[in-house]
């Protein structure tokens, strides 16, 4: 049995109310697997959140020198954004060449839903490869 988005986000919202004191945090973004094609990265952060203020995520991807499959992140203006893979108002936040080494890492500064995205192929590896995924960072409660 599957959880709707709405499920989603009222548990999520609900364990992080019990959370007291933790550090800010790094994810790499999919772990093991980094951003690639055809990793549900909706699924992977649903499972690995919540995410808190101040936590880092850090996107980590092959240069194009390295490998032929060119990735991206976009920050999406909104959620009817997210789910069409529309990149039209999207902000370019990582280029394909800032996934390597070390990866891009991005600081969740602002308490808002933050919808990212891998922008290349014009969308298809947002549609198709379900490169996308959405956080709402938290405040952390501070005991």
Known sequence: MGFSYAQGLVLLVTASMVTVGLANLTTIVGGSEHWHYGFNYTEWAFRNGPFYLNDTLVFKYDPPNISP?????????????????????????????????????????????????????DGIHCKDGRMKFFVMPLPRCRG
């Open 69 to 121: 499959f060119r990735h991206s992140v976009y920050l999406l203006p909104n959620l009817w954004s997210f789910l069409t893979c529309d990149l039209r108002k999207a902000k370019l936040v990582a280029n394909v060449n800032q996934g390597g080494g070390e990866g891009f890492k991005f600081v969740l500064k602002k308490w808002q839903p933050h919808y990212f995205a891998c922008g290349e192929h």
